[in-house]
């Protein structure tokens, strides 16, 4: 399709190609042949030749997939071949290919390598945009911006408040991928049922130098049926996504032109409209909240398909496979979107103070309703600033020309002291503590 580039980058397109998963294939047939001549269980002249076929032989990734269709899952016929290709050089060899393992064994090895090149490329991605959102929270730690909630102007912020909330977000999604990289990438290797029977006494330590043969963890006891490993790591990409769909939600509410204060960087031929030729869209951001769109159903039907039968699943372990690709491409996308987006965002601050003055004061009613409170108490001070709110807007007032001409605010507080509550930079809270806050617990 030709929108296919949205939706990937090439690096994770070669990083979960078949040629790769092939290469992860003959890596587990390579260390299970050395595994088991360091245990004694085959000659170490057969460990070997099936060695020296796993490093040279070349698979047809094409015929493999058409005989998938037969046998079920793709090991079978990649076995069959290797098997033939060991047996061309060596015809006693052949027969130790594969020794104790099963099908479930290479195809869940080989996506857990596949998945440690895939997430070691995904957290670099994230590294760069946690340090160009820290640059950005940074740089616009006291840029005054109206806060929105339910779409309509609430109260003063800061740019840099509103991107420090984006950056805490990516920062704990980085921290989850990190912890289910390193505990949960890890070795499957069980044999038919799981007990490695074939193997007898030496079984466990075959499974622990395989393991380390592969940098891969070492489990307790075979996980054919339990898939809470890979499932965590689907979930953990599913809030990554989510949380980078936030960001673009955010950034094509500010591009809207009534709005106007947050823009894609400008490129050639970038935003246009085929119809409209004043127009300058959203791209980037909107690729991102597609992919947010698309992330979620990919982690249900991974945890659905958690639920499977006795030691093998028919169906469910299948239906892995392809989600398992389809949510790391498009999570390898979005965060390649989200690093063009964040590293050539325009910010208009004036347009942002410009917006801060159209409720013309309301925005200030709630540091009013505090001033007042004091005094008339808290839902007297609501009330009396509640109802001086509606006759402002009734009279297309400012509010604090009406609470002067209109009210007697004045014996409540002074004038000097309500001038200071119209100041957006006395309505922002804790904003800049939080960005501080936020970039000191942010290691880039």
């Not at 389809?326 to 590293?343: F, P, S, V």
Request: with cysteine; charged share 20%; hydrophobic share 45%.
């Amino acid at each position: 399709m030709l929108s296919q580039a949205i939706f990937t980058t090439s690096e994770i397109e070669e990083i979960l190609s078949s040629a790769t998963q092939i290469k992860a294939m003959l890596a587990f047939e390579s260390a299970l042949a050395k595994a088991e001549y360091r245990e004694g269980i085959i000659p170490s002249a057969a460990a070997a030749v099936i060695q020296a076929v796993c490093v040279s032989a070349q698979f047809d990734a094409d015929n493999l997939e058409k005989q998938t269709l037969l046998t079920g899952n793709p090991a079978i016929p990649f076995v069959k071949h290797l098997i033939q290709k060991v047996k061309e050089c060596d015809t006693e060899a052949a027969k130790y290919v594969h020794f104790g393992g099963t099908s479930q064994d290479v195809l869940d090895t080989s996506m857990m390598v596949q998945l440690k090149a895939a997430l070691t490329h995904i957290l670099q991605d994230i590294n760069n945009l946690e340090r160009k959102l820290a640059e950005l929270a940074l740089l616009h730690k006291d840029s005054l911006m109206i806060g929105r909630t339910l779409l309509q102007q609430a109260r003063p912020i800061t740019f840099g408040y509103k991107v420090a909330t984006w950056l805490d977000a990516i920062s704990r999604s980085k921290k989850r991928v990190e912890q289910v990289k390193k505990e949960n990438l890890t070795l499957q290797f069980g044999g038919a049922v799981g007990t490695l029977s074939t193997l007898g006494k030496a079984a466990l330590r075959v499974k622990a130098v395989m393991a380390n043969e592969l940098d891969l963890n070492d489990s307790p006891i075979t996980w054919h049926g339990q898939r809470d490993r890979f499932a965590e790591i689907v979930s953990h990409l599913g809030i990554l996504n989510g949380n980078l769909g936030k960001i673009a939600k955010d950034i094509i509410l500010l591009m809207q032109t009534e709005v106007a204060e947050v823009f894609e960087g400008a490129a050639e031929g970038k935003g246009g409209s085929s119809a409209m030729p004043h127009k300058r869209n959203p791209v980037s951001s909107v690729f991102m909240s597609a992919i947010a769109a698309r992330t979620p159903a990919l982690v249900a039907t991974f945890l659905s398909a958690m639920v499977q039968e006795h030691e093998r699943a028919a169906g469910n372990w299948h239906a892995e496979w392809q989600v398992m690709t389809d949510l790391m491409k498009l999570t390898a996308a979005n965060l390649n979107h989200a690093n063009d987006l964040i590293g050539h965002l325009e910010i208009d601050t004036n347009r942002m103070l410009h917006n801060l003055e159209l409720t013309q004061g309301l925005i200030f009613a709630e540091d009013i309703t505090a001033a007042l409170s004091p005094k008339m108490g808290k839902a007297a001070a609501h009330g009396f600033v509640e109802q001086a709110c509606k006759a402002a807007l009734k009279e297309k007032q400012h509010l604090k020309t009406y609470l002067l001409e209109k009210t007697d605010i004045l014996a409540q507080v002074t004038e000097g002291v309500l001038n200071t509550l119209f100041e957006a930079k006395n309505s922002i809270g804790a904003s800049t503590n939080f960005v501080d806050n936020v970039l000191k617990n942010v290691n880039t």
